[in-house]
C-alpha cells in the first residue's frame, strides 16, 4: 500500500518505520515547512494518508485529501469542534476519513472496558469520579483527546453530571491534567467513596502501540468510503 505522510515528528517517524516493516511503501513526507496541496496528493498518488500534525493545520488537511479524493487517517486531536462541519463533508463528498482520539489497541480496549465500568457505577452515587491523564510537556492540547473520549463515555450514563472540566471547584466531571517529560501517556479514571476506591489505568510505554494502531487504521480504510473509528478497525 502507498502511504503518505502528514506530519513527520516523533508520530511520523515511527509510523514510516513500522510501515515499511509491514511491506508499505512512503510515497511523502510532508511537514509544516512543506509547501503542498491537492496538486501535491495527485502527484503523490498514495492510496492512503495519515494525518499527525496540530490542531490548528488538520482541518484543511483533511480538507485537501477530501479535494485529492484520498482517504485519509486523522491521529491529531483538539479539533474536534468542526468534526460535525468534517463528518458531513466527507459523507457529502463520498470521501473516506478514521479518526481517533487514540490509536493504541489497548486504549480502545481500555475505552470498552470504561464504558462498561460507567455503566455498573452510575447506581452507585457515592462512588464520586474523576480523570487524570499526564503526557509530554509538547503536547499541544488539554486535557487530551483521549481523555475528553473517556470522560464523554462515562457523561453518557451520569445524566446529573452534564459536562467535564478541568477545574476541581465544580461539581462538572474533573479531568486532572499533568505535563511531565517524556510520558507517553497515562490515563486513570478513579471512582472514590469515603471508604474504598475502584481504578482502572491505562500506562503507554512506547509510541510504537500508537504507530501500529494508525497503520492497521490506514490498511482499514483503503478502498472503502464514510466516516469511521477505531472501534470500527477492532470491531469491539
Excluded at 485519509?72 to 483538539?78: A, C, H, I, K, L
Excluded at 491505562?202 to 472501534?231: C, T, Y
Aim: aromatic share 10%; proline share 3%.
Amino acid at each position: 500500500m502507498n502511504i503518505l505522510l502528514i506530519g513527520y515528528g516523533k508520530m511520523g517517524k515511527m509510523i514510516d518505520e513500522l510501515a515499511q516493516q509491514r511491506g508499505h511503501h512512503i510515497v511523502g513526507r510532508l511537514t509544516s515547512k512543506d509547501k503542498w496541496n491537492k496538486e501535491t496528493l495527485l502527484q503523490l498518488k498514495p492510496d492512503v494518508a495519515i494525518e499527525f500534525t496540530h490542531p490548528e493545520a488538520a482541518v484543511n488537511n483533511i480538507l485537501q485529501c477530501f479535494e485529492a479524493n484520498v482517504p485519509v487517517v486523522v491521529g491529531t486531536t483538539g479539533w474536534y469542534q468542526h468534526l460535525d462541519k468534517i463528518t458531513s463533508l466527507c459523507i457529502e463528498k463520498n470521501q473516506s476519513l478514521l479518526y481517533a482520539s487514540n490509536f493504541s489497541i489497548g486504549v480502545n480496549l481500555f475505552f470498552k472496558i470504561n464504558d462498561y465500568v460507567a455503566s455498573l457505577l452510575k447506581n452507585y452515587p457515592e462512588y464520586n469520579v474523576s480523570i487524570i491523564e499526564a503526557h509530554h510537556t509538547q503536547k499541544k492540547d488539554a486535557p487530551s483527546g483521549t481523555a475528553i473520549s473517556i470522560a464523554e463515555q462515562i457523561l453518557n450514563h451520569y445524566p446529573f453530571k452534564n459536562h467535564w472540566s478541568i477545574n476541581k471547584e465544580n461539581d462538572d466531571l474533573y479531568i486532572s491534567v499533568r505535563r511531565c517529560g517524556d510520558e507517553k501517556g497515562y490515563h486513570s479514571v478513579i471512582y472514590q467513596s469515603a471508604i474504598d476506591e475502584i481504578q482502572l489505568s491505562h500506562h503507554a510505554f512506547s509510541r510504537k502501540g500508537f504507530a501500529l494502531g494508525a497503520i492497521l487504521a490506514a490498511e482499514f480504510l483503503k478502498d472503502k468510503k464514510g466516516v469511521f473509528q477505531m472501534k470500527d478497525v477492532l470491531n469491539v
